[in-house]
């Protein structure tokens, strides 16, 4: 079965240094990624997602992930943390399993920049 | 343009009552799919409609909740005799394909339902 792994619940950084939210999973087959972010009061926004080719994906407001596959981690990434980017994180696979419409979500990380 | 709209926003209702989460998805988006997310976990599949057809209901927890989707737009999750267990936030999603592994779902703001 597929599954999602975010081992941080919790993830402090200071503005303009560089921020990891981790990501690890377990699949059959190629595997279908996802980096959601939920602000507060909004819904979940999509942020990138890693289909194939390059392992280092960009998305929007300057994060970027980086897929690796023989980690089957596919961390989120971003250079310098602004304060705006407090939020919570959400990593999912597509399930390969029963069909392809499902997302599998982790249980997400929240994110913490300090100015 | 628009995104996925739901409504209403926030639902109280007591127990054993009846309530209609209703989800309109992006103009012209062929998949709509509904989750539910408890405080403090990711959202998890309820189900799954391609156009007006229903094609995935496995992760509706049991026969009190139901999903519709009569003109392959507008969406309606119902949940009968609402119990307590039932408090969560409802979020919907649609997509613009038919649910290819590698389409992008876009969700909603979510419906937050608590059963009092």
Redesign the interface.
């Given at each position: 079965a597929q599954s999602?792994a975010q081992p941080e619940d919790q993830v402090n950084v200071a503005e303009g240094n560089p921020l990891t939210v981790k990501c690890t999973y377990s699949v059959s087959g190629n595997p279908?990624l996802?980096w959601?972010v939920q602000y507060p009061?909004?819904?979940?926004?999509?942020l990138l997602?890693y289909?194939t080719g390059d392992n280092l994906v960009k998305g929007s407001y300057g994060f970027e992930a980086e897929f690796n596959k023989s980690q089957t981690s596919f961390h989120l990434k971003k250079p310098s943390a602004l304060v705006s980017d407090s939020a919570l994180y959400?990593c999912?696979v597509?399930?390969?399993g029963?069909?392809?419409?499902?997302?599998?979500?982790?249980?997400?990380t929240r994110l913490a920049v300090h100015p | 343009g628009a995104?996925?709209s739901q409504s209403p926003r926030y639902k109280v209702t007591k127990r054993g009552q009846d309530v209609a989460l209703r989800c309109d998805p992006i103009s012209g988006h062929v998949?709509l799919?509904w989750?539910r997310q408890a405080l403090?976990?990711?959202?998890?599949?309820l189900t799954?409609f391609n156009y007006e057809a229903q094609?995935?209901k496995?992760?509706l927890p049991n026969d009190r909740f139901s999903a519709e989707r009569p003109e392959g737009s507008i969406s309606t999750l119902t949940i009968q005799r609402t119990e307590q267990r039932d408090s969560a936030m409802y979020?919907c999603?649609s997509s613009l394909f038919s649910?290819?592994?590698?389409d992008?779902?876009?969700?909603?703001?979510?419906t937050r339902l608590t059963v009092l």
């Amino acid at each position: 079965a597929q599954s999602v792994a975010q081992p941080e619940d919790q993830v402090n950084v200071a503005e303009g240094n560089p921020l990891t939210v981790k990501c690890t999973y377990s699949v059959s087959g190629n595997p279908y990624l996802f980096w959601y972010v939920q602000y507060p009061n909004r819904g979940l926004q999509f942020l990138l997602k890693y289909i194939t080719g390059d392992n280092l994906v960009k998305g929007s407001y300057g994060f970027e992930a980086e897929f690796n596959k023989s980690q089957t981690s596919f961390h989120l990434k971003k250079p310098s943390a602004l304060v705006s980017d407090s939020a919570l994180y959400f990593c999912a696979v597509r399930d390969m399993g029963g069909g392809y419409n499902k997302l599998i979500f982790g249980a997400g990380t929240r994110l913490a920049v300090h100015p | 343009g628009a995104g996925v709209s739901q409504s209403p926003r926030y639902k109280v209702t007591k127990r054993g009552q009846d309530v209609a989460l209703r989800c309109d998805p992006i103009s012209g988006h062929v998949s709509l799919y509904w989750y539910r997310q408890a405080l403090g976990q990711g959202p998890e599949f309820l189900t799954y409609f391609n156009y007006e057809a229903q094609q995935d209901k496995s992760g509706l927890p049991n026969d009190r909740f139901s999903a519709e989707r009569p003109e392959g737009s507008i969406s309606t999750l119902t949940i009968q005799r609402t119990e307590q267990r039932d408090s969560a936030m409802y979020r919907c999603a649609s997509s613009l394909f038919s649910g290819g592994a590698s389409d992008t779902q876009y969700f909603g703001p979510g419906t937050r339902l608590t059963v009092l």
